[in-house]
């Protein structure tokens, strides 16, 4: 064993006793032989655990949604989307790939509302929103703090028109002691979301979220 691990006997004979007195390996006193009476299983990083977490969720709303799931995570130029998932029965028409950055100051849509709202970026001054001509809408610094107001009361975000590409969103906060973690996103394409289809999957994907950081 010592030649196997490349550690001097008398440190591994300090780490096996210390592991027999916590009830990990025994010692045949006849032969002198160890054995294991515990499987040992490397620990995960909490951060690929909460990855994987992540993934893993993306898939199941994926699936359960019909629509894509994405991953956003707050940067200093703006959200960036660092994974995605598409539902496997279904024809994709998103266009953000990952790496696709939404820039801060730019236009007010879920995933950016989610990120003034939750996140410690400053609201801008000027900003717009598709309206439902798909024309860009310019808002005053009233109506914008509204709105964000309007998003940190609900707990999350929603388009209400399709932007140029033919897309809305849905985006969720996720939240480690009040700091945004990162933003949980559902995207729709060609077909409008449906008032009580939405509000069906805001509360699922709301209850979902709930277990991410447990």
Known sequence: MTNVLKIPKSSLLRILDEMISLDIVSRNERTGHYYALQKLIPAIPAADQFKEKINQLLLQAAEKTGYTAEWYIPSKMG?????????????????????????????????????????????????????????????????????IQ?????????????????????AFPVRERSQLKGIFVLAKSISPIETDDAKKIISSMQRMLQNILK
């Open 79 to 147: 959200p960036i989307l660092v994974d995605r998932k598409d539902p496997s029965d279904k024809e994709v028409k998103v266009l953000a790939q990952i790496g696709f950055i939404r820039k801060w100051d730019d236009e007010l849509e879920a995933v950016s509302g989610v990120g003034y709202a939750f996140g410690d970026q400053q609201i801008p001054l000027k900003i717009w929103q598709y309206d439902a001509q798909t024309r860009r809408k310019n808002h005053s610094t009233a109506q914008i703090h509204s709105a």
């Open 150 to 170: 309007e998003i940190k009361t609900n707990g999350y975000a929603q388009d209400l028109y399709y932007n140029i590409n033919g897309v809305k969103r849905i």
